[in-house]
């Protein structure tokens, strides 16, 4: 059985050169569920290292580093992070290669492809819900990129500190120099954004080699100070053993399969680039498991060799190069961390708003349009006043990202279970009763309910629950939305019948 079916369509397409790439769209799709961007790519280029760049630049940024960091800190053995380590991104390996295939082998964005699910209106659900989650994270990601920027300020110009003061020059709780920071990393992602996909497929290959480079100058530069002898990978002090150890390296798993859990859900929005499925698992292995051990065993020798350098430990990498007695070597760090955050921050949450916002409206809001509305909403949240209240942050996303789970686990229920990996592709722009994937005018309740009941369960572990099981919300949230599916499958609206032919 193929993967993909396409229905009889006899009008010509429509093709041209477009931002998100050459969408063919058919004179008899419904224009309320398409636009150039939205519609099924006429070619699809990349290959394995455009993934792996991909992850590279993913994971290599502020927030991946001092993730890592911190899962040595969690009073482990070094050798017991590795494995939870190895066991939590290879379960995001496998995880990713299942969202990718749809889109890969349809060549449509991920709010296209979970109409299969949701149905043909119903997947503006799973679209809202994914593009305020990533408004929100690309807020707090531009505004850590400007605390680079503003460290940078500051070293080459210690004069400017009372402009870098809130309480003395700032106001809406960001001081001048921090305003002029956030514009000015808001201005470059949004130049490298406007100039397309394949823009932003060619500043994600230079983003991660190049923060290789100088984390491996800056571990070279730090553990020569320190000498070999005082660096080690446990991050303070082993404090559990025996059964107490498996609990903490579990919730060290569920923290990684989280900290991914965002571009996972949407990676469909990149797999569809992909020229065969065979080139986005090579990727996929070669950015998620490989290039993730090496990154974090870098972060935590870095991180270590601190605190005999330094007298502390030091998890911030721009916080590291900024205490470098090189003004030239902390300016090439700090540069270095900025354009890494900026890569994370388009292709986790740029691209996929843009999708997500165009997919409510296609014919109003085009692709460039709806990642704009974005970046404009990242300002309207005042991010550093959300990243400055840790509870705030916690109930705001971990509310928001209690949905991802459930939103992941309909789409794989659906397409590898009930639907048997078959798409077809034109029925996902028509709005015609008979379509396969318009259920009730254009809802599949059976989704959007199986969604609701995983979101909510998954919210009252996060609520009710300690902060240890709300690291399992996105599992919970998951298992639930997708047990409960394939418990309802027989209950899911079928198609209307064909008009008999005479």
């Known amino acids: ?40 790519l006429r070619e699809q280029r990349w290959g394995s290292y455009n993934f792996f760049a991909f992850w590279m630049s993913d994971v290599h940024s502020v927030g991946g580093y001092v993730t890592a960091g911190s899962l040595f800190a969690l009073g482990l053995a070094a050798w017991q992070v590795l494995v939870a380590l190895v066991v939590g991104i290879v379960i995001v390996y496998f995880l990713c290669n299942l969202v990718a295939r749809p889109s890969q082998a349809t060549g449509v964005p991920y709010p296209v492809a979970a109409r299969t699910a949701f149905g043909v209106l119903g997947a503006n659900v799973p679209a809202v819900i994914r593009g305020v989650i990533a408004v929100a994270w690309y807020g707090i990601q531009t505004y850590l990129a400007s605390n680079a920027l503003v460290l940078l300020a500051l070293k080459l110009s210690p004069s400017w500190a009372p402009y870098a003061d809130v309480d003395q020059h ?10 002029a920071a ?4 808001w201005v470059l992602q949004a130049l490298v954004f406007w100039r397309g996909m394949e823009a932003i497929r060619r500043f994600i290959d230079f983003c991660g080699p190049a923060v290789y480079v100088v984390m491996f100058a800056l571990a070279g530069y730090l553990v020569a100070k320190a000498g070999f002898s005082n660096v080690s990978l446990n991050l303070g002090t082993v404090e559990h053993t025996g059964l107490a150890a498996v609990g903490v390296m579990v919730s060290a798993i569920a923290l990684v399969v989280s900290y991914f859990s965002g571009p996972m859900l949407n990676y469909g929005d990149f797999a569809r680039y992909g020229r065969s499925m ?8 070669l950015g998620l498991p490989v290039n993730f051990l090496v990154f974090a065993v870098l972060c935590v020798v870095t991180a270590s060799a601190t605190v005999p350098v330094y007298g502390e430990l030091i998890t911030d990498p721009v916080e590291t190069v900024y205490r470098i007695d090189s003004v030239t070597a902390a300016v090439i760090g700090c540069l270095t961390f900025i354009i890494a955050t900026i890569g994370i921050n388009i292709v986790a949450n740029f691209v996929s708003p843009a999708f997500d916002f165009s997919h409510v409206a296609p014919q109003r809001i085009s692709w460039r349009a709806g990642g704009m509305i974005a970046a404009v909403g990242s300002v309207l949240i005042t991010p550093w006043n959300l990243y400055n209240s840790p509870e705030t942050i916690h109930y705001t996303l971990d509310t928001l990202g209690a949905f991802i789970g459930p939103l992941y686990g309909v789409l794989i229920a659906d397409h590898y279970l009930v639907k048997k990996r078959v798409v077809v592709v034109d029925d996902l722009y028509t709005m015609d009763p008979r379509g396969t994937y318009h259920y009730v005018k254009g809802w599949n309740p059976v989704a959007v309910g ?6 909510v369960v998954a919210m009252a572990v996060v609520f009710a629950g300690s902060s240890t099981a709300a690291s399992f919300s996105w599992f919970i949230g998951a298992g639930v939305a997708f047990l409960g599916y394939l418990a309802l499958r027989n209950s899911i609206p079928q198609p209307a019948p064909q008009p008999e032919r005479r």
Do not use: Q
Not at 278 to 285: E, I, L, Q, S
Not at 450 to 455: D, F, I, V
């Open 1 to 40: 059985m193929t993967d993909v079916t396409r229905a009889a369509v006899d009008a010509p397409a429509v093709t041209g050169h477009h931002l998100a790439g050459d969408g063919v769209v058919k004179a008899g799709y419904h224009p309320r569920l398409t636009n150039p961007d939205l519609a099924p």
């Open 450 to 455: 199986t969604t609701a009941a995983g979101a």
């Open 278 to 285: 065979a080139a986005v698992k090579k990727g996929n292995f």
């Open 170 to 179: 700032g106001f809406l709780g960001l001081s001048t120099i921090g305003w």
């Open 182 to 185: 956030y514009g000015t990393m």
